[in-house]
């Protein structure tokens, strides 16, 4: 029988990789902890209709890339694969009262993302996004302070690269006016419209200026700007925002064709873009949401937020860092009954006492153990055959200068301090 395949978009993080994702966790986790972002857990499937109403009927996630299905409930009901995180947190948000706690929520989460979109490197179908998003705080301070936070993740990650284009895209009144001079501007080119942007020009124009195709873009060039559209209040909202980063010492280029067309998506729009991915270069998107909550059946609440695409930052972590091999102490050998039954306990009680443990489980005969000793990346080699396991000792051979001496186990184990320190000392 054949063997079975990983589904085309969707890949095995396998050990070799694994240590750049946990690196990523770690400095992310210890960066939003100290600004008192708190982690939520969101389930990964939810109702259709959560991202119909959260993201927008008119996007491509929802009109053309997501994972919807019945599940066995009768009457049918459709769900989802979560293909990002906002609408979920929001819903969350609104279930559990998170606002009842009153003053702002400061919420991060980490997971698998899914669209059925055209898989090339940086671009998957279970993907990976860290997002964080605060709520309840229509303060500048607060789309600072996410922006800051992103940007203090990518640097602590040695991501030096890394360019932030920055965009306001006012409130719906603002953008109500900016739209129609949009249209009037695109109509005389409407044939050479990329396909999809012809057919957004009534329902969604905006979405125009995202488009990736070569000729909509040069179009969209000296399309009009939505910075000569904001209103007095967004446009003191934009440049408070703008302060704040030059006094974080953050700098930034405007883009004014960096939009989201939809009505809840307000002022600040923001990306994070790398010079060394090809053509999935945003690493990091995110913006303001003033709208949103309301739009899901809760009160009306700003919130702003963003979501990091963990491929594409491990494709570049590869770039400027090797993956450390595990530390490992000992790597522990042996053969015959008594002695392998011996072993068992032997790596038991050492990590019970802190040590770290390989145990070899093959019966292979010793020569074949001690090699895979060596290529373990241990730093001593723990032999157990039937003369020590009827004295009770163990052979330890420091791998590095080969230097050999027998010990008793209960020694080993009672002398945790001083081997501690010898192993330190090897490595
Ligand atoms: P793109 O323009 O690249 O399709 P997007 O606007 O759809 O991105 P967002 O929904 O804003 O992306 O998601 C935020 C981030 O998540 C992106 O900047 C990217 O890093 C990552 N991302 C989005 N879709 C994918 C995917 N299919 N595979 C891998 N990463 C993705
Ligand atoms: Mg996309």
Redesign the pocket.
């Known amino acids: 029988m054949g063997s079975i395949q990983a589904l085309r978009?969707t890949r095995d993080i396998l050990p070799e990789e694994v240590g750049y994702w946990q690196q990523v966790e770690r400095i992310a986790r210890q960066i939003l902890d100290r600004a008192a972002y708190q982690e939520i857990r969101p389930p990964i499937f939810e109702r259709t209709e959560l991202f119909e109403r959260g993201i927008g009927e008119a996007t491509?996630?929802v009109g053309k890339?997501m994972y919807t299905f019945n599940d066995r409930a009768k009457p049918p009901r459709s769900v989802t694969l979560r293909?990002?995180g906002t609408a979920g947190v929001v819903r969350a948000y609104i279930q559990n009262s998170l606002y009842a706690a009153g003053g702002v929520q400061r919420l991060w989460y980490i997971g698998p993302?899914f669209?059925y979109?055209n898989?090339q490197a940086?671009?998957?179908?279970?993907?990976?996004?860290l997002?964080v998003e605060v709520i309840g705080s229509a303060d500048a301070r607060a789309d600072a302070e996410v922006i800051a936070i992103a940007t203090n993740i990518l640097q602590n990650l040695g991501l030096l690269n890394l360019n932030l284009d920055l965009n306001s895209v006012g409130n719906p009144e603002d953008r109500h006016h900016y739209r129609q001079a949009l249209v009037d501007y695109l109509t005389p080119y409407k044939d050479e419209l990329d396909q999809d942007s012809q057919e957004r020009l009534n329902r969604n124009p905006m979405r125009i200026l995202?488009s990736?195709d070569k000729r909509t873009i040069e179009i969209a060039q000296n399309a009009p700007s939505i910075l000569d559209y904001l209103g007095e209040n967004s446009q003191r909202h934009f440049q408070q925002v703008q302060q704040l980063l030059s006094d974080l010492g953050i700098s930034y280029q405007l883009n004014p064709r960096l939009v989201r067309g939809l009505d809840y998506y307000t002022h600040t729009a923001f990306?994070?873009i790398s010079d060394d991915l090809g053509a999935?270069?945003?690493?990091?998107?995110?913006g303001r949401y003033d709208g949103l909550v309301e739009e899901l059946g809760g009160n009306k609440t700003p919130a702003v937020g963003?979501?990091?695409?963990?491929?594409?930052?491990v494709l570049l972590l590869k770039q400027i860092w090797k993956q450390p091999t595990p530390v490992l102490d000992f790597y522990l050998v042996s053969r015959g009954e008594l002695a392998e039954a011996q072993s068992i306990k032997l790596a038991y009680d050492l990590r019970q006492s802190g040590f770290s443990v390989e145990l070899d489980l093959s019966g292979s005969a010793f020569g074949k153990q001690f090699k895979r000793a060596d290529r373990s990346g241990a730093v001593a080699c723990l032999v157990l055959g039937d003369a020590e396991a009827q004295s009770q000792t163990v052979n330890l051979k420091w791998l590095k200068s080969g230097e050999q001496e027998v010990i008793t186990q209960a020694d080993l184990l009672a002398k945790a301090d001083e081997l501690r320190a010898q192993l330190d000392s090897c490595r």
């Not at 940086?122 to 996004?129: A, D, L, N, S």
């Not at 999935?280 to 995110?286: F, I, K, L, M, P």
């Open positions: 978009g491509d996630i890339e293909p990002e993302m669209r979109e898989p940086g671009r998957q179908r279970q993907f990976h996004q997002g995202d990736k990306e994070i999935q270069a945003t690493v990091c998107g995110g963003w979501a990091i695409g963990l491929e594409r930052l």
